[in-house]
């Protein structure tokens, strides 16, 4: 009877062993399986890091880019010419607010400076409207020009906007000013003969 007893019980464990067997190939082809999946999980992730860099790099040649265009237009919606030795033009185009009233008057200090010039023609021709806010940003960068020992000479002043500057009382018999550019120029020539 103990040897029934022991076959029963080697049946048993064979049974037993048999099946942590079976779990056992489950548990590592549910292993494998996990692996495969976080496989493919830090490769996406690698991908995603990849696509993360070429999107910032992206991004940051946009924001470049960006930045290069203000640049231009701050360049351009106050430009300074030099057109003789000691004689700067700056011609003005569209609508002029603070914000640009404040990059005429760096531009045109900046260039005085630096060109060490006498006489600064600021063309308001392309300006079509001078309202009082307009018309004190020329007055004050006219007296900053002066501090810096230099001359400004206003220029292009059409017949709607100096009848607008007469209604709005605004005073600008301290400014030089002329028709057009061309006897701006010829004024300015004349000063530093």
Known sequence: MSDNREVIEIGRLKARVAALEQLLEVHELMALEQAD????????GLLAEVDLKRERNNLQEVVAQQQRLIDTIKQLSAPLLPVHDGILV??????????RSAQIMEALLTGVQKYQADTVIVDI?????????????????ARAVSLLGAQCVLVGISPEVAQTVVQLGVDLSHLVMRGNLQDGIVYATAQRA
């Open 90 to 99: 700056m011609p003005l185009i569209g609508h002029i607010d603070s914000v």
């Open 37 to 44: 999946r976080l496989e493919q999980a830090l490769h996406l």
């Open 125 to 141: 021709t392309g300006v079509p409207m001078v309202d009082t806010a307009v018309a004190n940003h020329l007055i004050q960068a």
